[in-house]
């Protein structure tokens, strides 16, 4: 492994020290629509520079791909950042967002982190090596009865755009489902697969940023992960996390 997880767990925590001084005084948060639904602030952008320099510091070897700055030269090996998910939720105070930091070196991701700093949580995976919350180890949920399943979804910001905007296949399972939750952040849903506290998560037209580090999490925690026509990898316009054990019963109501 090129990289030490301590190493950056100490760098992503800083990163979620400054994002929590913004958090702290919303009152001065600039908040800038992206579009009619995609919001970025002040916090996003602060806290992906300093991301992009502590990680270009330590690991002057890896390019960057950050959602609010793009894409650096190096591409082959690069960290994909997204600084802030859950950017709504964080403008209105609430706890469920998230900074994002993966590694893909020639297209394979070996390393994912999702810090929720509100919520005093820290997730991370290496590949082959499991997946840990907090210092322990964690494993997907066992339930294996749809019908007393919580799943989790999220609704793409461009969903009044879309012919197909989730509505219609969130009330299909949420019918037969138990329990069904919208938390606000792509990367913390597929933690909540990884750590067992949900059974399944789908959304569409996310961006890689949003779900790399999460799905890496999900994956080392024993998650399957498709897209919506079971087809195993992760695919952020169609990503669906599931515990394994109610795969088959929920790939056909998608
Ligand atoms: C958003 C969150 C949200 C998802 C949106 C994403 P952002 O990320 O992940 O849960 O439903 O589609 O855009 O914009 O807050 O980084
Ligand atoms: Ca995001
Ligand atoms: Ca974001």
Redesign the pocket.
């Known amino acids: 492994m090129p990289i030490s997880s301590s190493i950056l767990e100490s760098i992503i925590r800083e990163a979620g020290a400054l994002a929590m001084s913004h958090f702290k005084d919303l009152k001065k948060l600039e908040v800038i629509k992206k579009s009619p639904r995609?919001l970025v602030t002040d916090a996003d952008v602060a806290v992906e520079a300093f991301l992009q320099a502590a990680l270009a510091s330590r690991y002057p070897q890896f390019g960057f791909w950050g959602?609010e700055s793009g894409q650096s030269a190096n591409q082959t090996s690069r960290w994909i950042v997204?600084p802030?998910?859950?950017?709504?939720s964080f403008s209105r105070g609430q706890y469920f967002w998230a900074i994002s930091v993966a590694l893909e070196i020639d297209q394979e991701l070996i390393f994912g982190a999702v810090y929720a700093p509100a919520l005093d949580d820290y997730y991370a995976a290496e590949k082959g090596k499991g997946a840990w919350k907090n210092g322990e180890r964690i494993n997907v949920s066992t339930e294996s009865n749809l019908a007393d399943a919580m799943i989790a979804t999220?609704?793409?910001?461009l969903r009044a755009y879309l012919k197909d905007n989730n509505l219609e296949r969130f009330c299909r399972i949420a019918e037969i489902t138990t329990g069904q939750r919208r938390f606000?952040?792509?990367?913390i849903d597929l933690c909540l697969v990884a750590d067992g506290q949900v059974d399944a998560f789908w959304?569409q037209e996310?961006n890689l940023y949003?779900v790399a580090a999460g799905a890496l999490i999900a994956l080392e925690a024993g998650a399957t992960v498709t897209d919506f026509q079971g087809k195993l990898g992760i695919f952020p316009k169609q990503i669906l996390a599931t515990n394994g054990k109610i795969f088959d019963e929920l790939l056909l109501l998608m």
């Open positions: 995609d959602e997204d802030i998910d859950g950017t709504h999220g609704f793409a910001c606000g952040s792509a990367a959304e996310l949003d």
